[in-house]
């Protein structure tokens, strides 16, 4: 059973315009929530997290937004540029559990 | 750079014949993990070293082994990949078990194909 869901598959933005990638989750009790930004033939690497008791983290042009009551974590990336061309999986996780657990990634592609 | 490093990145094997895929890491963090990433779905945990605890998935077949002889070194043992096996292995690392604030460092992936 899928805990952590990105239901868009792809998103196309046009260069300096705004990223919006969105990711749902099931369970309450995931407290900890991780962008990563994956290229082709690399390993995903982090990009940004957001603890369960904050509702906006901001890092540069990537902010991201949760919604607890909702159940809705959204990444922005403002503006948006070619080099952001990427998978970005959305992961969830709960203190004290070993696991990540994932989404199935949205393939973003910037167009200049 | 301190990283984690996956060998090899492409793995061909036959229906059946044991391969072993290694990740090792200079970052000396205590926990290692095991992912294998199937085409378009999301990264799912098979297991996890904390030092040389190990810590199995409830729902990891048990074709699948990992041996840690050290700090910086992990492998991954297929005893007898079937085609469903075919999948990205990924490697990771964190500096302690999963908590508000642990990021997991990755690797690039080992593309593994069964014919």
């Known amino acids: 059973d899928q805990q952590v869901k990105q239901n868009s598959p792809s998103l196309s933005v046009q260069e300096g315009r705004i990223s919006i990638l969105n990711c749902d989750y099931t369970n309450s009790m995931f407290d900890y929530f991780l962008w990563y930004k994956k290229y082709p033939a690399e390993g995903p690497t982090f990009l940004i997290s957001i603890s369960s008791i904050k509702d906006k983290n901001e890092d540069g042009r990537f902010t991201v937004f949760l919604n607890k009551s909702a159940k809705h974590l959204s990444l922005h990336i403002v503006p948006s540029q070619p080099g952001d061309s990427a998978v970005y999986f959305c992961a969830a996780t709960l203190t004290g559990a070993n696991n990540l657990f994932f989404g199935t990634g949205t393939r973003l592609t910037v167009i200049p | 750079d301190a990283m984690v490093i996956q060998n090899p990145r492409y793995q061909v094997t036959q229906f059946g014949k044991p391969v072993t895929l290694s990740c090792s890491q200079t970052?000396?963090?205590?926990?290692m993990y095991w992912y294998q990433q199937k085409s378009s779905q999301a990264p799912k945990l098979l297991f996890h070293y904390y030092d040389k605890d190990f810590n199995n998935e409830a729902d990891t077949p048990d074709n699948f082994q990992s041996r840690r002889p050290n700090t910086s070194f992990c492998f991954l043992d297929i005893r007898s990949p079937g085609l469903g096996d075919a999948a990205m292995y990924l490697c990771?690392?964190?500096?302690?078990?999963?908590?508000?604030?642990?990021?997991?460092?990755f690797g690039p992936g080992t593309r593994l194909t069964v014919l």
């Open positions: 990771a690392t964190s500096p302690r078990v999963a908590s508000a604030g642990n990021e997991q460092f």
């Open positions: 970052l000396n963090h205590n926990v």
